[in-house]
């Protein structure tokens, strides 16, 4: 089954949690699943940018990337972090290579030019596609892609996106039939109990009400867009639970939510049909 797999940054924080996952994704690889791995940046990237001097700067959740900022997005996430996801999952038996957009221009962005405020933000892009022919072949050779969020650009320059949208899209354009996020809460939140599910109708209403906020939005419409372009099975799944991306990867029942499409009541008896 072809499944992206999404990482959120602060699970690259620590070695034993990055080790952890980085099992799960071996032996999902070595059971014959084609993954593609995607990752955000999260705490350390901010930090980076603060020992650079650089200050970071959000509209609608989304990253202000002037030239430095980008740089050190290519630096930190291309670079540090990408490196060490692979590294992770090298180190538990499978092999895996980091990817840049830029490399084999696997991955193509446009520029968001202008924020809904109105506001630049700079090299901030949405994927525009996916060099799936190349990602088939590493597949074929066993090899697992990790995908830093860049895309390249139609000027030649690499752009920030956000690592929600950027799985979303990665499934979507590599007709993957599960999208995981790994995240640094256990799922969906109401309160303090996980939403076992959340039906795509009910997502502005969550929004809306502040039940749901900051990156947590991003994440629902990115998964939202992700039914949309035909993904079947959408989780969002904490990163720091054992096991958790394995449970997720056997689809149904698991830990953390279930993003469903439309009102849910069609996608939740699909699932009852073993697949
Ligand atoms: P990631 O690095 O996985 O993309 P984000 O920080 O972008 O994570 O989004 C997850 C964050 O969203 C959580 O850590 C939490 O602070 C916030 N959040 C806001 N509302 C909720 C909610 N209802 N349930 C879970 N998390 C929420
Ligand atoms: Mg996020």
Same mark, same amino acid.
């Given at each position: 089954?072809?499944?992206?797999?999404?990482? @959120?940054?602060?699970?690259?924080?620590?070695?034993?949690?990055?080790?952890?996952? @980085?099992?799960?994704?071996?032996?999902?690889? @070595?059971?014959? =699943?084609?993954?593609?791995?995607? =990752?955000?940046?999260?705490?350390?990237? #901010?930090? #980076?940018?603060?020992?650079?001097g650089i200050e970071s700067r959000f509209i609608n959740g989304l990253r202000v990337t002037d030239r430095e900022t980008r740089d050190a997005a290519v630096m930190v996430l291309g670079g540090l972090l990408n490196k060490r996801v692979a590294a992770a999952i090298t180190q538990a038996g499978r092999p895996a290579i980091g990817l840049c957009a830029s490399d084999a221009a696997c991955f193509t962005a446009e520029p968001m030019a202008l924020s809904e405020g109105g506001g630049s933000l700079g090299f901030v892009g949405y994927l525009t596609a996916a060099n799936v022919p190349f990602l088939e072949s590493l597949w074929a050779a066993g090899v697992v892609p990790v995908a830093a969020c860049l895309g390249l650009g139609p000027d030649g320059e690499l752009y920030n996106i956000n690592a929600d949208h950027m799985a979303a899209a990665c499934a979507e354009f590599c007709s993957a039939e599960r999208l995981i996020y790994l995240t640094d809460v256990a799922g969906v939140l109401e309160g303090k109990r996980v939403l076992k599910s959340v039906p795509c @109708?009910?997502?502005?209403? $969550?929004?809306? &009400?502040?039940?749901? &906020?900051?990156?947590?939005? $991003?994440?629902?419409?990115a998964c939202r867009r992700a039914l949309d372009g035909g993904v079947s099975q959408v989780h969002i799944v904490g990163g720091t639970l054992p096991h958790s991306l394995a449970a997720a990867a056997n689809g149904g029942r698991g830990p953390g939510t279930r993003v469903l499409a439309g009102f849910g009541a069609a996608a939740a008896s699909a699932t009852a049909v073993p697949r």
């Open positions: 089954m072809r499944m992206v797999v999404k990482l @959120a940054g602060a699970l690259l924080e620590d070695a034993g949690g990055m080790r952890a996952i @980085a099992v799960q994704i071996a032996a999902l690889a @070595a059971g014959g =699943h084609q993954l593609l791995v995607v =990752h955000g940046g999260g705490k350390i990237f #901010t930090a #980076t940018l603060a020992r650079m @109708a009910r997502i502005e209403e $969550l929004i809306r &009400s502040n039940r749901v &906020s900051g990156g947590m939005v $991003l994440k629902l419409e």
